[in-house]
T-cell receptor
Framework: RKEVEQDPGPFNVPEGATVAFNCTYS??????FFWYRQDCRKEPKLLMSVYSSGNEDGRFTAQLNRASQYISLLIRDSKLSDSATYLCVVNPGISNMLTFGGGTRLMVKP | NAGVTQTPKFRVLKTGQSMTLLCAQDMNHEYMYWYRQDPGMGLRLIHYSVGEGTTAKGEVPDGYNVSRLKKQNFLLGLESAAPSQTSVYFC????????????FGPGTRLTVT
């Protein structure tokens, strides 16, 4: 079983739609959680951190459920520029180490 | 401030050839990492370094060696390339503690024929 699992997609949605991705992690000792964004043929970049209380950054909302060991990302009012791969990333309890999921591909259509 | 840079950007090797990938960062970060990314596999850690002169194995270290002679540079070597090493290689860096955000270079696309 992979440590961090994501549905690879692709998720094809029209502009303006709301879309949600989930991610599950297997290590219950995991301490920190993130969503990274990766554009086609580019490097990953941090999108947002995920806190137990949930956090919001504009159109993006991230949630963490420690009991069920899953993380979610909600994107409201999708834009064409949101088309990318979204990587679920977990710190497994070891300082400065990250475990990456395989990514979920989002394609926003006009 | 260039951030994290990688050279070369692209390379084609024949089986058995050797090469070195160079990663450089100008953010004075202590920690540096080498990952490989294959379709559907996510990023997998090859080797990492927590400071100048130190290196450690990651999840998939076989067939690779690394060196961190200077704080700003982290080199990844392939002594005898194999087709299974065809991949995109990313270097990343960060500072101890903090938010655990890692800063990535633009990647090196390597094909081994």
């Amino acid at each position: 079983r992979k440590e961090v699992e994501q549905d690879p997609g692709p998720f094809n949605v029209p502009e303006g739609a709301t879309v949600a991705f989930n991610c599950t992690y297997s290590n219950s000792a995991s301490q920190s959680f993130f969503w990274y964004r990766q554009d086609c043929r580019k490097e990953p970049k941090l999108l947002m951190s995920v806190y137990s209380s949930g956090n919001e950054d504009g159109r993006f909302t991230a949630q963490l459920n420690r009991a069920s060991q899953y993380i979610s990302l909600l994107i409201r009012d999708s834009k064409l520029s949101d088309s990318a791969t979204y990587l679920c990333v977990v710190n497994p309890g070891i300082s400065n180490m990250l475990t990456f999921g395989g990514g979920t591909r989002l394609m926003v259509k006009p | 401030n260039a951030g994290v840079t990688q050279t070369p950007k692209f390379r084609v090797l024949k089986t058995g050839q050797s090469m070195t990938l160079l990663c450089a960062q100008d953010m004075n970060h202590e920690y540096m990492y080498w990952y490989r990314q294959d379709p559907g596999m996510g990023l997998r850690l090859i080797h990492y370094s927590v400071g100048e002169g130190t290196t450690a194995k990651g999840e998939v270290p076989d067939g690779y060696n690394v060196s961190r002679l200077k704080k700003q540079n982290f080199l990844l070597g392939l002594e005898s390339a194999a087709p299974s090493q065809t991949s995109v290689y990313f270097c990343a860096s960060t500072y101890p503690g903090g938010s655990y955000e890692q800063y990535f270079g633009p990647g090196t696309r390597l094909t081994v024929t």
